[in-house]
Protein backbone atom coordinates (compact mmCIF):
# COMPACT_ATOMS: atom_id res chain seq x y z
CA UNK A 1 0.00 0.00 0.00
CA UNK A 2 0.78 3.79 -0.50
CA UNK A 3 -0.32 6.51 2.03
CA UNK A 4 -0.60 10.19 0.86
CA UNK A 5 -0.32 13.53 2.93
CA UNK A 6 -2.19 16.88 3.11
CA UNK A 7 -0.04 18.65 5.95
CA UNK A 8 -0.55 22.02 7.55
CA UNK A 9 0.59 23.89 10.35
CA UNK A 10 -0.74 21.86 12.78
CA UNK A 11 -2.55 18.60 11.63
CA UNK A 12 -1.28 16.22 8.82
CA UNK A 13 -4.27 14.44 7.03
CA UNK A 14 -3.29 11.10 5.74
CA UNK A 15 -5.33 8.26 3.57
CA UNK A 16 -4.24 4.55 2.31
CA UNK A 17 -4.65 3.05 -0.72
CA UNK A 18 -3.83 -0.33 -1.46
CA UNK A 19 -1.98 -1.15 -5.36
CA UNK A 20 -5.60 -0.90 -6.97
CA UNK A 21 -6.13 2.25 -5.93
CA UNK A 22 -8.73 1.64 -3.12
CA UNK A 23 -9.10 3.84 0.22
CA UNK A 24 -8.22 1.18 3.27
CA UNK A 25 -7.75 3.64 5.65
CA UNK A 26 -8.21 7.70 7.00
CA UNK A 27 -6.43 9.40 9.45
CA UNK A 28 -5.44 12.93 11.47
CA UNK A 29 -2.31 13.20 13.18
CA UNK A 30 -1.34 16.64 15.23
CA UNK A 31 2.07 17.72 13.29
CA UNK A 32 4.60 17.13 16.42
CA UNK A 33 6.94 14.28 16.51
CA UNK A 34 4.41 12.11 18.63
CA UNK A 35 2.10 12.42 15.75
CA UNK A 36 4.85 11.47 13.55
CA UNK A 37 5.08 8.56 15.47
CA UNK A 38 1.77 8.09 15.47
CA UNK A 39 0.86 7.97 11.78
CA UNK A 40 3.80 5.81 10.55
CA UNK A 41 2.08 3.50 13.61
CA UNK A 42 -1.28 4.15 12.12
CA UNK A 43 0.07 2.96 8.48
CA UNK A 44 2.09 0.02 9.67
CA UNK A 45 -1.06 -1.18 11.75
CA UNK A 46 -3.03 -1.57 7.97
CA UNK A 47 -0.12 -3.14 6.19
CA UNK A 48 3.51 -2.88 4.98
CA UNK A 49 3.80 1.07 3.16
CA UNK A 50 5.85 1.10 0.40
CA UNK A 51 6.48 4.26 0.17
CA UNK A 52 4.38 8.16 1.24
CA UNK A 53 3.46 10.73 -0.67
CA UNK A 54 4.02 14.21 0.98
CA UNK A 55 2.42 17.44 0.13
CA UNK A 56 4.50 20.67 1.40
CA UNK A 57 8.04 18.68 1.85
CA UNK A 58 10.41 22.14 1.84
CA UNK A 59 7.46 23.55 4.39
CA UNK A 60 4.65 22.27 6.86
CA UNK A 61 5.54 18.69 5.83
CA UNK A 62 9.33 19.20 6.03
CA UNK A 63 9.15 17.46 9.86
CA UNK A 64 7.13 14.58 8.92
CA UNK A 65 9.38 14.25 5.53
CA UNK A 66 13.02 13.99 7.71
CA UNK A 67 11.03 11.51 10.52
CA UNK A 68 9.98 9.31 7.61
CA UNK A 69 13.44 9.04 6.07
CA UNK A 70 15.10 8.12 9.43
CA UNK A 71 12.87 5.52 9.60
CA UNK A 72 14.24 3.81 6.19
CA UNK A 73 10.80 5.27 4.61
CA UNK A 74 10.38 5.66 1.21
CA UNK A 75 9.32 9.41 0.80
CA UNK A 76 8.17 10.99 -2.36
CA UNK A 77 7.63 14.80 -2.60
CA UNK A 78 3.68 15.43 -3.80
CA UNK A 79 3.24 18.90 -5.92
CA UNK A 80 -0.02 20.66 -5.10
CA UNK A 81 -2.86 19.44 -7.25
CA UNK A 82 -3.67 21.71 -10.34
CA UNK A 83 -6.53 23.91 -9.89
CA UNK A 84 -8.87 22.49 -12.79
CA UNK A 85 -8.59 19.10 -10.89
CA UNK A 86 -9.56 20.92 -7.42
CA UNK A 87 -12.50 22.68 -9.22
CA UNK A 88 -13.60 18.68 -10.61
CA UNK A 89 -13.34 17.25 -7.43
CA UNK A 90 -13.59 19.48 -5.14
CA UNK A 91 -11.56 20.58 -2.40
CA UNK A 92 -10.84 18.50 1.07
CA UNK A 93 -8.08 17.92 3.29
CA UNK A 94 -8.85 13.97 2.80
CA UNK A 95 -9.36 14.51 -1.29
CA UNK A 96 -6.07 16.18 -0.86
CA UNK A 97 -4.25 13.32 0.99
CA UNK A 98 -5.98 10.73 -1.58
CA UNK A 99 -4.44 12.27 -4.13
CA UNK A 100 -1.32 12.33 -2.86
CA UNK A 101 -1.53 8.69 -2.76
CA UNK A 102 -3.04 8.20 -6.21
CA UNK A 103 0.10 10.18 -7.29
CA UNK A 104 2.65 7.75 -6.26
CA UNK A 105 0.50 4.33 -7.25
CA UNK A 106 0.12 6.53 -10.76
CA UNK A 107 3.94 7.62 -10.92
CA UNK A 108 3.08 11.01 -11.01
CA UNK A 109 5.15 12.04 -8.09
CA UNK A 110 8.57 10.13 -8.12
CA UNK A 111 10.44 13.28 -6.62
CA UNK A 112 12.66 12.75 -3.28
CA UNK A 113 12.64 15.70 -1.08
CA UNK A 114 15.70 16.84 0.50
CA UNK A 115 16.79 15.83 3.60
CA UNK A 116 17.15 19.12 5.02
CA UNK A 117 19.21 17.90 7.95
CA UNK A 118 23.02 18.54 7.00
CA UNK A 119 25.05 21.57 6.02
CA UNK A 120 23.05 22.84 3.25
CA UNK A 121 20.16 23.26 5.75
CA UNK A 122 22.58 25.74 7.90
CA UNK A 123 23.33 27.27 4.86
CA UNK A 124 19.15 27.74 3.95
CA UNK A 125 18.44 28.95 7.14
CA UNK A 126 21.57 31.43 6.71
CA UNK A 127 20.68 32.70 4.04
CA UNK A 128 17.35 33.62 5.08
CA UNK A 129 18.88 35.35 7.78
CA UNK A 130 21.08 37.31 5.24
CA UNK A 131 17.97 38.15 3.00
CA UNK A 132 16.15 39.67 5.72
CA UNK A 133 19.10 42.11 7.10
CA UNK A 134 19.60 43.16 3.50
CA UNK A 135 16.06 43.91 2.61
CA UNK A 136 15.54 45.89 5.80
CA UNK A 137 19.30 47.40 5.25
CA UNK A 138 17.76 48.52 1.85
CA UNK A 139 14.69 50.08 3.11
CA UNK A 140 16.38 52.01 5.91
CA UNK A 141 18.59 53.85 3.48
CA UNK A 142 15.76 54.46 1.58
CA UNK A 143 14.28 55.84 4.62
CA UNK A 144 17.23 58.11 5.48
CA UNK A 145 17.09 59.73 1.49
CA UNK A 146 13.30 60.60 2.23
CA UNK A 147 14.09 62.25 4.99
CA UNK A 148 17.25 64.41 3.71
CA UNK A 149 14.26 65.26 1.23
CA UNK A 150 12.45 66.66 3.29
CA UNK A 151 14.40 67.98 6.31
CA UNK A 152 15.15 71.11 7.44
CA UNK A 153 17.02 73.57 4.22
CA UNK A 154 20.39 73.73 6.43
CA UNK A 155 20.16 70.16 6.84
CA UNK A 156 18.99 69.39 3.72
CA UNK A 157 21.92 71.09 1.86
CA UNK A 158 24.25 69.37 4.29
CA UNK A 159 23.52 65.59 3.37
CA UNK A 160 21.80 65.97 0.44
CA UNK A 161 24.52 64.97 -2.12
CA UNK A 162 26.66 62.41 0.38
CA UNK A 163 26.74 58.82 -0.76
CA UNK A 164 25.29 56.23 1.11
CA UNK A 165 28.35 54.95 3.04
CA UNK A 166 29.06 58.57 4.19
CA UNK A 167 25.60 59.72 4.81
CA UNK A 168 24.99 56.44 7.25
CA UNK A 169 28.12 57.37 9.02
CA UNK A 170 27.58 61.38 9.15
CA UNK A 171 23.85 60.61 10.41
CA UNK A 172 24.86 58.00 13.03
CA UNK A 173 27.32 61.21 14.53
CA UNK A 174 24.57 63.03 14.90
CA UNK A 175 24.01 64.23 18.71
CA UNK A 176 20.75 65.78 19.38
CA UNK A 177 19.18 67.09 21.95
CA UNK A 178 15.68 66.61 22.93
CA UNK A 179 13.40 67.79 20.10
CA UNK A 180 12.27 71.02 20.40
CA UNK A 181 11.64 71.67 16.86
CA UNK A 182 11.50 69.72 13.44
CA UNK A 183 15.46 70.08 13.38
CA UNK A 184 16.20 68.71 15.98
CA UNK A 185 13.33 65.64 15.62
CA UNK A 186 15.14 65.03 11.77
CA UNK A 187 18.19 64.90 13.15
CA UNK A 188 17.31 62.06 15.75
CA UNK A 189 15.71 60.04 13.21
CA UNK A 190 18.54 60.21 11.19
CA UNK A 191 20.66 59.05 13.83
CA UNK A 192 18.26 56.58 14.87
CA UNK A 193 17.87 55.13 11.24
CA UNK A 194 21.66 55.36 10.44
CA UNK A 195 22.65 53.47 13.46
CA UNK A 196 20.01 50.41 12.54
CA UNK A 197 21.54 50.73 9.09
CA UNK A 198 25.30 50.01 11.01
CA UNK A 199 23.78 47.57 12.83
CA UNK A 200 22.42 45.12 9.95
CA UNK A 201 25.61 45.96 8.00
CA UNK A 202 27.61 44.31 11.08
CA UNK A 203 24.75 41.31 11.24
CA UNK A 204 25.75 40.83 7.49
CA UNK A 205 29.24 40.72 7.88
CA UNK A 206 29.03 38.04 10.28
CA UNK A 207 26.39 35.94 8.48
CA UNK A 208 28.58 36.47 4.95
CA UNK A 209 31.42 34.86 7.24
CA UNK A 210 29.29 31.87 8.51
CA UNK A 211 27.80 31.41 4.93
CA UNK A 212 31.71 31.49 3.37
CA UNK A 213 32.97 29.00 6.26
CA UNK A 214 30.16 26.47 5.45
CA UNK A 215 29.81 26.93 1.92
CA UNK A 216 33.99 26.15 2.04
CA UNK A 217 33.59 23.24 4.41
CA UNK A 218 30.48 21.48 2.58
CA UNK A 219 31.83 21.46 -0.56
CA UNK A 220 35.47 23.46 -1.11
CA UNK A 221 35.70 21.97 -5.25
CA UNK A 222 32.40 23.94 -5.70
CA UNK A 223 34.72 26.99 -5.04
CA UNK A 224 36.87 26.22 -7.43
CA UNK A 225 34.87 26.62 -10.30
CA UNK A 226 35.66 29.47 -12.05
CA UNK A 227 33.55 32.13 -11.35
CA UNK A 228 32.06 30.39 -8.58
CA UNK A 229 32.56 32.61 -5.00
CA UNK A 230 30.88 31.77 -1.79
CA UNK A 231 27.16 33.16 -2.29
CA UNK A 232 27.28 31.25 -5.75
CA UNK A 233 27.87 28.07 -4.24
CA UNK A 234 25.56 28.07 -1.58
CA UNK A 235 22.65 28.78 -3.95
CA UNK A 236 23.58 25.93 -5.79
CA UNK A 237 24.04 23.93 -2.67
CA UNK A 238 20.48 24.65 -1.73
CA UNK A 239 19.58 23.91 -5.16
CA UNK A 240 21.07 20.17 -5.01
CA UNK A 241 19.62 19.78 -1.37
CA UNK A 242 21.89 17.79 1.40
CA UNK A 243 21.19 14.46 -0.62
CA UNK A 244 22.25 15.16 -4.07
CA UNK A 245 22.05 11.52 -4.94
CA UNK A 246 17.98 11.96 -5.67
CA UNK A 247 19.13 14.02 -8.74
CA UNK A 248 18.89 11.29 -11.36
CA UNK A 249 21.12 13.05 -13.50
CA UNK A 250 22.78 16.54 -14.56
CA UNK A 251 19.96 16.86 -17.39
CA UNK A 252 17.34 16.53 -13.89
CA UNK A 253 20.04 19.30 -12.24
CA UNK A 254 19.74 21.77 -15.61
CA UNK A 255 16.23 21.45 -15.37
CA UNK A 256 15.74 22.27 -11.69
CA UNK A 257 17.95 25.01 -12.05
CA UNK A 258 15.75 26.47 -15.06
CA UNK A 259 18.67 25.98 -17.68
CA UNK A 260 17.41 23.60 -19.25
CA UNK A 261 16.37 24.21 -23.09
CA UNK A 262 12.88 24.00 -23.67
CA UNK A 263 11.09 22.96 -27.00
CA UNK A 264 9.57 25.96 -28.38
CA UNK A 265 9.30 24.32 -32.20
CA UNK A 266 6.18 25.34 -34.43
CA UNK A 267 4.91 24.20 -37.99
CA UNK A 268 8.85 24.41 -40.10
CA UNK A 269 10.76 26.72 -37.62
CA UNK A 270 12.66 24.59 -34.94
CA UNK A 271 13.53 26.39 -31.51
CA UNK A 272 14.16 25.86 -28.44
CA UNK A 273 13.90 28.74 -25.58
CA UNK A 274 14.77 29.72 -21.92
CA UNK A 275 13.14 27.48 -19.66
CA UNK A 276 11.74 30.45 -16.83
CA UNK A 277 10.61 27.60 -14.31
CA UNK A 278 13.09 25.82 -11.67
CA UNK A 279 14.99 27.25 -8.89
CA UNK A 280 15.45 30.86 -9.68
CA UNK A 281 18.23 32.00 -7.12
CA UNK A 282 20.31 28.48 -8.51
CA UNK A 283 19.12 30.31 -12.26
CA UNK A 284 20.77 33.63 -11.46
CA UNK A 285 23.77 31.60 -9.65
CA UNK A 286 24.41 29.86 -13.02
CA UNK A 287 23.93 33.65 -14.84
CA UNK A 288 26.55 35.11 -12.31
CA UNK A 289 29.08 32.08 -13.57
CA UNK A 290 28.67 32.49 -16.83
CA UNK A 291 28.63 36.78 -16.85
CA UNK A 292 32.27 36.24 -14.39
CA UNK A 293 33.47 34.01 -17.24
CA UNK A 294 32.75 36.59 -20.17
CA UNK A 295 34.15 39.48 -17.83
CA UNK A 296 37.15 38.17 -17.23
CA UNK A 297 37.87 36.28 -20.32
CA UNK A 298 37.59 33.30 -19.69
CA UNK A 299 39.56 31.79 -22.96
CA UNK A 300 36.92 28.36 -23.15
CA UNK A 301 34.17 30.60 -23.04
CA UNK A 302 35.79 33.41 -25.19
CA UNK A 303 36.05 30.55 -27.94
CA UNK A 304 32.77 29.44 -27.42
CA UNK A 305 30.56 32.78 -28.14
CA UNK A 306 32.96 33.16 -31.45
CA UNK A 307 31.86 29.83 -32.50
CA UNK A 308 28.48 29.92 -31.83
CA UNK A 309 28.09 33.75 -32.74
CA UNK A 310 29.45 33.18 -36.42
CA UNK A 311 27.03 30.37 -36.03
CA UNK A 312 24.37 33.43 -36.36
CA UNK A 313 23.02 32.73 -32.41
CA UNK A 314 21.82 35.87 -30.56
CA UNK A 315 23.91 36.70 -27.20
CA UNK A 316 21.18 35.78 -25.14
CA UNK A 317 20.72 32.54 -26.93
CA UNK A 318 24.69 31.67 -26.08
CA UNK A 319 24.00 32.57 -22.35
CA UNK A 320 21.90 29.79 -22.04
CA UNK A 321 23.40 27.63 -23.86
CA UNK A 322 26.20 28.15 -21.53
CA UNK A 323 24.14 28.35 -18.48
CA UNK A 324 23.41 24.21 -19.07
CA UNK A 325 26.69 23.66 -19.49
CA UNK A 326 28.01 25.01 -16.04
CA UNK A 327 25.21 23.26 -14.69
CA UNK A 328 26.47 19.95 -16.66
CA UNK A 329 30.03 21.15 -14.98
CA UNK A 330 28.73 21.86 -11.33
CA UNK A 331 26.36 18.92 -10.83
CA UNK A 332 29.37 16.79 -11.72
CA UNK A 333 31.28 18.70 -9.10
CA UNK A 334 28.31 17.59 -6.56
CA UNK A 335 28.25 14.18 -7.39
CA UNK A 336 32.51 13.34 -6.78
CA UNK A 337 31.98 15.15 -3.62
CA UNK A 338 28.98 13.20 -2.20
CA UNK A 339 26.71 14.45 0.29
CA UNK A 340 28.11 18.04 2.06
CA UNK A 341 29.20 17.45 4.97
CA UNK A 342 31.16 19.59 7.96
CA UNK A 343 33.94 16.71 8.08
CA UNK A 344 35.84 17.83 5.78
CA UNK A 345 36.92 21.78 7.26
Not at 28 to 44: H, I, Q
Not at 79 to 102: L, V, W
Amino acid sequence: MVVGVDTHRDVHVAVAKDELGRTIGQTTTPATAEGYRSLLSWARGLGEPLAFGVEGTGCYGAGLARYLGRQGQLVFEVIRPSRQARRRRGKSDPADAEAAAGAVLSGEASGVPKSGDGAVEMIRVLRVARTTANRARTQAINALRSLVVTAPEELRERLHDLPGPRLVRTCAAFRPGAPAGPGEATRMALRSIARRCRALEEEIRVLDGELERLAEAACPALLEVYGAGADTAGALLLAAGDNPQRLRSEAAFAKLCGASPVEASSGKVTRHRLNRGGDRHANAALHRIVMVRLRWRHQPTIDYVARRTAEGKSKREIVRCLKRYVAREVYRVLADAGPPTLARS
